[in-house]
């Protein structure tokens, strides 16, 4: 069974610049999360998405936007990059993301790692 | 605000030593608490997880946390570490109410070195 699959694995941008990342779930997975882990802050959450639609965003600006396909997989945009954007961006997929079973429990891909210079 | 604390930055043991890494959470209602592990250079694992029943839980590679609700804690605990135990180890929780539950909140991580 494969695992979420994050694309590129590393990248280097400069100020001003925007990036997207994708991210494809494991199969039958719905619910894809992003997060932003950094050393100084740790792990962020900025959004979540199930079916098509934005269900729960962190506190990141508005340059920071998602969105994800009809087979589930996803994409994440920053634009007007900053030197602080510099991070690890992790998805992570769950069947659901609700409830008290195994359909709540997210399992993590490898990552991109940007860096903004 | 919901928020989680890891009391230890970085913890230092001898192979073979007992393990208890600490973690305090803040959050209004019922909640799903989880334990994620991350090896060098490897993405973070669920090591194990507590949604309700026995407050005692077991994960992998004989890692167990208890969750005691009345102290808001969810530690993590292993009788004896091994040098491959060496990783980052973070606590997460999520409510259980109504809407999205897929925002883990993360403690900021515990290093764990194991000497040989």
């Known amino acids: 069974k494969a695992g979420v699959t994050q694309t590129p694995r590393y990248l280097i941008k400069t100020r001003g610049q925007q990036v997207t990342l994708s991210c494809s779930p494991i199969?039958?997975?719905?619910?894809v999360s992003w997060y932003q882990q950094t050393p100084g802050q740790g792990l962020q959450f900025l959004f979540e998405?199930?079916?098509?639609?934005?269900?729960n965003k962190g506190n990141f600006p508005g340059r920071f936007s998602g969105r994800q396909f009809s087979n589930s997989r996803s994409e994440m945009n920053v634009s007007t990059l900053e030197l602080g954007d510099s991070a690890l961006y992790l998805c992570?997929?769950?069947?659901?993301?609700?409830?008290?079973?195994?359909?709540?429990?997210?399992?993590f891909g490898a990552g991109s790692r940007l860096t903004v210079l | 605000a919901q928020s989680v604390s890891q009391h230890n930055h970085h913890v230092i043991l001898s192979e073979a030593a007992s393990l208890e890494l600490g973690c305090n959470y803040s959050?209004?209602?019922?909640?799903?608490l989880f334990w994620y592990v991350q090896y060098p250079g490897q993405h973070l694992q669920l090591l194990l997880k507590?949604?309700?029943?026995?407050?005692l839980v077991k994960g992998i590679k004989g890692f167990e946390a208890e969750f005691i609700k009345s102290k808001f804690s969810f530690n993590l605990r292993k009788p004896s570490v091994q040098w491959s135990d060496t990783a980052e180890y973070f606590c997460?929780?999520?409510?259980?109410?109504?809407?999205?539950?897929?925002?883990?909140?993360f403690g900021k991580g515990t290093k764990l070195s194991v000497k040989p």
């Open positions: 997460a929780v999520n409510g259980r109410g109504g809407g999205s539950q897929g925002n883990l909140i």
């Open positions: 507590y949604f309700s029943g026995d407050p």
């Open positions: 959050y209004g209602g019922t909640v799903n």
């Open positions: 199969s039958g997975h719905r619910s």
């Open positions: 992570a997929s769950s069947k659901t993301g609700t409830g008290i079973s195994g359909a709540n429990v997210l399992t």
């Open positions: 998405y199930f079916s098509e639609t934005q269900r």
